[in-house]
């Protein structure tokens, strides 16, 4: 059985948090992650396991770290300083010394929407060796679709699809995320699968976007115990 992860819901406040987690829960997901840039993140940290008790009988949550910058020396910055504070560190792509600076760095999980505001899908070959030996996940947004109209969606769906290109044949992980900032801005899970088997990923494709969230959280669980990649620390 497959689990639904979605890693990037907008963070609110407690009760907003509250009432998107109950929805997604109704709608079918397994676990959110509630996604706040680098100067809300630290703040939320203050109610977060509140609110993961409140959920734990109906959905799993937790907190990415989305670090918008167009300065590539701060992203390195702000990674360092927060990756062990989160359980997934995603960077807003669309800047191209961005998009390289985060397929180029082990420490971050996720490029999110490298095509944004651009009129290409902000990846190359290149970049997509880079995202693959770096185990970088390449991260698309639902509201992209849901939010643009007529030859901005479009365009949007070409990104789509060239980033489908490059994720065959170079293999870099991908995940599918809704980005929603309101419960207005949610589906149930089988409208969200079906809308992106329309973009043209194939089911298999979308099931293992899934389980590639699931198992970047499961990883950073355990980045404590790593002494490098694949060793880790075992109790005695």
Known sequence: MINMFDLNINGDSYENNLKLAIQA????????????????FDNALTFKDELKDNLKDQIDIDYTLYIKSNNPSEVRKITNRYRNK?????????????NRTSLENVQIDVLSRPYL?????????????????????????FTDILKS?????????????????????????????????????MRTVQDFKAVFAQTGLSDLEVN????????????????????LSGVKVVDQ
């Open 208 to 227: 293992d976007s899934f389980k590639t969230a699931e198992n970047i959280l499961k990883f950073n669980d355990e980045r404590k115990n790593l002494i």
């Open 86 to 98: 989160a359980s997934c560190i995603s960077v807003l792509g669309g800047n191209l010394k961005i």
């Open 25 to 40: 829960h109704n709608y079918g997901w397994k676990h959110i992650n509630f996604s706040y840039d680098q100067n809300d």
């Open 149 to 185: 109209y007529l030859s901005h969606r479009s365009k949007i769906l070409s990104n789509f699809r060239d980033l489908y290109i490059l994720h065959r044949k170079y293999g870099f992980p991908l995940i599918l995320s809704s980005g929603a900032d309101s419960i207005f801005d």
């Open 117 to 141: 505001k651009r009129y290409d899908a902000g990846l190359n070959h290149i970049l997509a060796r880079e995202a693959k030996e770096n185990n970088v996940a390449i991260e698309l947004f």
